[in-house]
C-alpha cells in the first residue's frame, strides 16, 4: 500500500540545515532548469492588501526526479506586530509517476528560507569575485540573516554590515549573526555607506520602494535581489539594472513580471523582450558569467518552483534514511 509521511517544522530542522548539501541541492536544481525539459507554472498569487498579505503557490516538476513539491507560502508582513512569524506555509511532495501524496512537511516556511538563502549562495558563487571578503544585507529578518550565514559557505566573508529600516531591529540580527558566525557584524544607518563598504550586497526585504541606488555601486561588487517576488515589490532603484555589466534572473519569465527586471522595462530602462542570462544557465557554462574582477553583477530572484521541489525531495531522502516523521499508509 502506497504510504505518506508527515514532517513537523521541528522534525524538518533536524535533518535540514543550511548547509553545502542544501547549496548544493538547489544549485543543481538551477542546473536542471537551464538542461532539462522542467514543467514549471507560472506562479498563483493571492493578494490581501488590508491585512499586508500574500500568499504564492509554487510547483515544477524535473523530469528524472521521481516526486514534485507543490508549496503554499503566505506572507503576512504585519504579523511581527502579533508576536507571529510573517511567513509560514507549507510542502506537499506527490509521486511524479502515480500523482499520489507522499509527504506533507508542515514546515511553516522553515524550507523555503533554506532554498532561499541557499540560492543566495549559488548566486554569489557563481557571480561574485572569489575574494568577496565583507557583506551588506539591507534587511535584518530571518531571511537577512540567513542570507549573510549562506555567503560564509561560498565566499571567505570576514565582516559584515546589515541595514535596515528599524534600526534596533538591524542591531539585534547584527548582534545575533556576528554571535553565530564569529565574524564581526555591526549594524550600520545609512544605506549607502552600508553599500558603498561591500563586494556583495544581498537585499532581502518586502520594501515597495527601491532601497538600493545605482550612484552607491562601485566596480566589482556582486548584487543579489531577494525581495522583489510580487509586482508591487521593489528593492532597487531602477538604473541599477543598467549600471550593472551583467544582469542574471532565476526565470526570466518571472523577473520581467515580477522582480527587479519588472521595474526597469516599466521605467522605459530596458526593453521588454531584452536578452539576459539565467542563473541555470551560467552554471551549466551556456551564458556567461562574471568575466573580470571590475564588473558589477546582479542576480535578480524572484523564487522558483523548481528550487521547491529539490529542497522537498531532499526533506524526504533524509527522513526515509532516518526514519523521521509520522508515517500513514494509505
Same mark, same amino acid.
Given at each position: 500500500?502506497?504510504?505518506? #509521511?508527515? =514532517?513537523? !517544522? &521541528?522534525? +524538518?530542522?533536524?535533518?535540514?540545515? %543550511?548547509?553545502?548539501?542544501?547549496? /548544493?541541492?538547489?544549485?543543481?536544481?538551477?542546473?536542471?532548469?537551464?538542461?532539462?525539459?522542467?514543467?514549471?507554472?507560472?506562479?498563483?498569487?493571492?493578494?490581501?492588501?488590508?491585512?499586508?498579505?500574500?500568499?504564492?503557490?509554487?510547483?515544477?516538476?524535473?523530469?528524472?526526479?521521481?516526486?514534485?513539491?507543490?508549496?503554499?507560502?503566505?506572507?503576512?508582513?504585519?504579523?511581527?506586530?502579533?508576536?507571529?512569524?510573517?511567513?509560514?506555509?507549507?510542502?506537499?511532495?506527490?509521486?511524479?509517476? #502515480?500523482? =499520489?501524496? !507522499? &509527504?506533507? +512537511?508542515?514546515?511553516?516556511?522553515? %524550507?523555503?528560507?533554506?532554498?532561499? /538563502?541557499?540560492?543566495?549562495?549559488?548566486?554569489?558563487?557563481?557571480?561574485?569575485?572569489?575574494?568577496?571578503?565583507?557583506?551588506?544585507?539591507?534587511?535584518?529578518?530571518?531571511?537577512?540573516?540567513?542570507?549573510?550565514?549562506?555567503?560564509?559557505?561560498?565566499?571567505?566573508?570576514?565582516?559584515?554590515?546589515?541595514?535596515?529600516?528599524?534600526?534596533?531591529?538591524?542591531?539585534?540580527?547584527?548582534?545575533?549573526?556576528?554571535?553565530?558566525?564569529?565574524?564581526?557584524?555591526?549594524?550600520?544607518?545609512?544605506?549607502?555607506?552600508?553599500?558603498?563598504?561591500?563586494?556583495?550586497?544581498?537585499?532581502?526585504?518586502?520594501?515597495?520602494?527601491?532601497?538600493?541606488?545605482?550612484?552607491?555601486?562601485?566596480?566589482?561588487?556582486?548584487?543579489?535581489?531577494?525581495?522583489?517576488?510580487?509586482?508591487?515589490?521593489?528593492?532597487?532603484?531602477?538604473?541599477?539594472?543598467?549600471?550593472?555589466?551583467?544582469?542574471?534572473?532565476?526565470?526570466?519569465?518571472?523577473?520581467?513580471?515580477?522582480?527587479?527586471?519588472?521595474?526597469?522595462?516599466?521605467?522605459?530602462?530596458?526593453?521588454?523582450?531584452?536578452?539576459?542570462?539565467?542563473?541555470?544557465?551560467?552554471?551549466?557554462?551556456?551564458?556567461?558569467?562574471?568575466?573580470?574582477?571590475?564588473?558589477?553583477?546582479?542576480?535578480?530572484?524572484?523564487?522558483?518552483?523548481?528550487?521547491?521541489?529539490?529542497?522537498?525531495?531532499?526533506?524526504?531522502?533524509?527522513?526515509?534514511?532516518?526514519?523521521?516523521?509520522?508515517?500513514?499508509?494509505?
Amino acid at each position: 500500500m502506497p504510504r505518506m #509521511t508527515i =514532517l513537523t !517544522e &521541528a522534525e +524538518l530542522r533536524k535533518i535540514i540545515s %543550511l548547509d553545502i548539501d542544501a547549496v /548544493a541541492c538547489v544549485e543543481n536544481a538551477f542546473e536542471a532548469l537551464a538542461t532539462k525539459a522542467v514543467a514549471m507554472p507560472p506562479i498563483l498569487r493571492l493578494d490581501i492588501p488590508e491585512h499586508r498579505g500574500e500568499v504564492d503557490v509554487k510547483t515544477a516538476y524535473v523530469p528524472g526526479i521521481d516526486s514534485f513539491a507543490i508549496k503554499i507560502s503566505p506572507g503576512f508582513f504585519d504579523n511581527p506586530k502579533l508576536g507571529l512569524p510573517s511567513v509560514n506555509g507549507m510542502m506537499v511532495l506527490l509521486s511524479s509517476k #502515480t500523482g =499520489l501524496v !507522499e &509527504a506533507l +512537511l508542515l514546515d511553516n516556511g522553515y %524550507l523555503t528560507d533554506i532554498r532561499t /538563502a541557499a540560492a543566495g549562495a549559488v548566486a554569489a558563487k557563481h557571480l561574485s569575485r572569489q575574494d568577496s571578503k565583507v557583506a551588506t544585507i539591507f534587511g535584518a529578518g530571518v531571511q537577512g540573516q540567513l542570507q549573510l550565514e549562506a555567503l560564509t559557505l561560498v565566499r571567505p566573508i570576514e565582516k559584515a554590515f546589515i541595514w535596515a529600516r528599524d534600526r534596533a531591529k538591524a542591531e539585534q540580527a547584527a548582534h545575533t549573526a556576528s554571535k553565530k558566525l564569529g565574524i564581526p557584524v555591526t549594524a550600520i544607518a545609512d544605506p549607502e555607506e552600508a553599500a558603498g563598504l561591500a563586494d556583495i550586497i544581498v537585499t532581502t526585504t518586502p520594501s515597495s520602494e527601491p532601497l538600493l541606488q545605482a550612484s552607491w555601486l562601485r566596480p566589482g561588487q556582486h548584487i543579489t535581489a531577494m525581495g522583489s517576488d510580487a509586482e508591487h515589490k521593489n528593492e532597487l532603484a531602477a538604473d541599477v539594472i543598467t549600471k550593472a555589466d551583467l544582469y542574471i534572473a532565476d526565470s526570466l519569465k518571472q523577473t520581467r513580471r515580477l522582480g527587479e527586471l519588472h521595474h526597469a522595462i516599466e521605467a522605459g530602462l530596458v526593453a521588454p523582450d531584452a536578452s539576459y542570462g539565467e542563473l541555470g544557465a551560467v552554471i551549466a557554462g551556456s551564458a556567461k558569467g562574471r568575466s573580470s574582477q571590475s564588473e558589477i553583477t546582479l542576480a535578480d530572484l524572484t523564487g522558483t518552483g523548481v528550487q521547491d521541489t529539490a529542497i522537498a525531495t531532499l526533506a524526504r531522502e533524509r527522513a526515509t534514511r532516518t526514519n523521521a516523521g509520522t508515517n500513514f499508509e494509505s
